[in-house]
């Protein structure tokens, strides 16, 4: 139904930045909320960020809030995750997700419906 996928991954070093994309494809008029997630290695899949496909609405999660900016560009139906003043704590696959679904939970990886396969990010210190 819907395909996602994610580029801009690479290795930076602390302190710089990366823009990562996710484009999506498919029946994208039922994407309501796009998300990022990311995943380091022995941890678990956390959330990072969530932006409101229509208007564009975002929230994000503490340990990046300030540092990384969600964006999307509805034509392109790509959306893009900013990510400033990186941390080698930020080393980690990110991820893009897709759900139909407005209300409720963003922060729960089981509350989106489509995955991409991830993109890396490592950040040397």
């Known amino acids: 139904q819907v395909q996602l996928v994610e580029s801009g991954g690479g290795l930076v070093q602390a302190g710089g930045s990366l823009r990562l994309s996710c484009a999506a494809s498919?029946?994208?008029?039922?994407?309501?909320?796009m998300g990022w997630f990311r995943q380091a290695p022995g941890k678990e899949r956390e959330f990072v960020g969530a932006?409101?496909?229509?208007?564009?609405?975002?929230v994000y999660a503490e340990s990046v809030k300030g540092r990384f900016t969600i964006s999307r560009d509805n034509a392109k139906n790509t959306v893009y995750l900013q990510t400033n003043k990186l941390k080698s704590e930020d080393t980690a696959l990110y991820y893009c997700?897709?759900?139909?679904?407005?209300?409720?939970?963003?922060?729960?990886?089981?509350?989106?419906?489509?995955w991409g396969q991830g993109t890396q990010v490592t950040v040397s210190s």
């Open positions: 997700a897709a759900r139909a679904r407005r209300y409720g939970s963003w922060f729960e990886r089981e509350s989106y419906d489509f």
């Open positions: 498919g029946r994208t008029a039922s994407i309501s909320v």
């Open positions: 932006i409101i496909r229509s208007l564009g609405n975002t």
